[in-house]
């Protein structure tokens, strides 16, 4: 079953400045966990987000579409990034996940992908 497991952390005016270093490492063990999903034939895909001032946000309400620069969101976290994954079961989506790096500074919320397939 694929599952989309979406990397959400600290909003970037909240968060603290990290240095080069810290980075650096954390880039590390991000290629670590992308080449073990990768290896593991789960991943399907995922990406990195820009910075939440460069979203934009589309509503359509009636016949007006109403466009509003970046997100609508009165969080303390925002989405970051997604691996798209196909694991066997949710307990292994949950085991990945736990794996991402930044689940020790922020969340992954485990979302399975919805098999629109069969409606058609």
Do not use: W
Request: glycine fraction near 8%; hydrophobic fraction near 35%; charged fraction near 30%.
């Amino acid at each position: 079953m694929q599952y989309l497991l979406l990397i959400y952390g600290g909003r970037e005016d909240n968060a603290p400045a990290a240095d080069e270093a810290a980075i650096k490492e954390m880039m590390r063990e991000y290629d670590a966990f992308t080449a073990m999903i990768n290896e593991s034939g789960e991943m399907q895909g995922g990406n990195a987000l820009q910075d939440t001032d460069t979203a934009t946000t589309v509503r359509v309400r009636g016949d007006e579409t109403l466009v509003t620069d970046g997100p609508f969101a009165e969080t303390k976290e925002v989405l970051g990034g997604y691996y798209l994954v196909d694991c066997k079961d949710l307990d292994r989506a949950i085991e990945v996940a736990s794996r991402i790096p930044d689940v020790r500074n922020g969340s992954i919320e485990i979302r399975p992908i919805l098999d629109l397939s069969d409606r058609r």
